[in-house]
């Protein structure tokens, strides 16, 4: 079954044409127009500016992905959450390909693209139960799948993303946008131990998040300290990636001891982060986890179009005039 997926949810612009079956799902063509150079001057998305590009991009990657390809069996688009002027681009490209061409339309929710990145270019699949953390410059949530499509929120952020925290705390030290990767290569030849971050609500009894105080830590640390040879800037983003990694990995083992699922699964943007990854090795060895090829991390019309694939199975479509953006579209 030929899935067409789309994506413009934020800064990337993506479009994917996966075949799928019950082995599984391969990308038979795909590509990303990225915005990061465009919103990069402004220190981070701009939400106008992101939909004119996304505007201009939209029909032509269609034209790329569609060439000399048959027709698919379903669209899958993003149809939230996200910023809005992004979402009506995708949403509006597939309502008029799904009237045109006669194409059922699946309305897909970001997050559950993010779980599903982790079956892309992977021989396995998820098993359930699974535990889901989903990490990135807007989302950090703890899912539980008791069974496919059965979503139940364990806990979310209070305020901030830890990608956005990873990003406005680059800002803070003049590091280009997206800051997480810039942190993380800077970290990895620094100390963790040498500024000592709190770690929001790590010992609270609740599955929540909070990432706007250790920001505002930083930014206090920067106004009272210098960075310098005693502590040097490598030393300051690997103490920054340490605290958000702390939190993120006990909150999630926390999880874990509690639900025992049989996969757990890490996605979205910050789960390209190496010291995430390394220090659930440590604290789930033996476990089950997934994580997408680093390729999926980010946004992506791929784990859009495998998310769309098992709705399809379901005929969970969605009538080209019934299908809105909604930028809050909460998953459970
Ligand atoms: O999933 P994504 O592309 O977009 C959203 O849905 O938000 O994630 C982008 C976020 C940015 O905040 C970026 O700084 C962060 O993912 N990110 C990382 C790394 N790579 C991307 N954060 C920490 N370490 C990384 N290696
Ligand atoms: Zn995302």
Redesign the pocket.
Known sequence: MLILGIESS?DDTSVALLNCSSQGCVVVSEKTASQIDIHKKYGGVVPEIAGRAHAEKITPLIELILENQPQPDAIAVTAGPGLITGLLVGVEAARTLSYALKIPVVAVNHIEG?IYSTEIAADSKIEFPALCLVV????TELILIKKPRQYKLLGATRDDAA??C??KVAKLVDLPY????QI?KLGKNGNPQAIKFPRPMINDDNYNFSFAGLKTSALYWLRDHKINKKITLEDFCASLEQAIVDVLVSKTVKAVQEFRPKTIVVG???S??LKLRETFADALSGSNIKYPDLKY???NAAMIAVAGYYHTLKEDFTNWRNLKADPNWKIV
């Open positions: 934020c993010h990135s410059g807007g989302h990608g956005e990873f990003d997206p800051g997480g990767p993380s979205g943007g910050v390209a982060n991390c980010m946004d």
